[in-house]
């Protein structure tokens, strides 16, 4: 009986990890809280998340890097309160768009689980002006992952 118990929760952990190896589901988008089996990490987000240009104008891109120690996944946006503004360029090898807030690619998700060092996302800004933040969930693996981190500020003027 222990052995069928133990097969099994190996079984639902590896299900749920592969059901994300293609990236977050838009249900993410609010809280941006991968949906595995595993809480967040609280201590120190271990990445960096640079970014190109913080002050450019509606329509203009800039990179978003992600980078630091190994992992196999990601979730980033750029929101202006509460909702995903803005565009991020796809590349059906390492990045999906996902819809969030009603918009089409406002959040970018990893495409594969492959370990990554690093990713650059290209982020173009809306029509809309002011100061915007970024937000970034970063996935070590299917159990250890930093969800919704503010990572810094672009202003689209």
Known sequence: MHYFVSALFVLSVATCAMAYSDG?????????????PFEPRKDKFPY???ISKTSLASGQETDITISGKDFKGFFVQVRKGNKAVGTFTTNPK??????????????????????????????????????LEVYATVAENGEIFWAKHK?????VK
Do not use: F, Y
Request: aromatic share 2%; charged share 25%.
């Open 24 to 36: 977050a589901p838009a249900e993410v988008c609010d809280d941006m809280t991968p949906k595995h």
């Open 48 to 50: 960096t998340v640079a």
């Open 94 to 131: 390492e990045v999906r768009g996902v819809k969030c807030h009603g918009t089409a690619n406002s959040a970018a998700t990893h495409s594969n689980a492959s370990v990554k060092k690093s990713i650059t996302l290209k982020w173009k800004a809306p029509q809309e002006k002011g100061e």
């Open 151 to 155: 990572v810094g500020k672009i202003t």
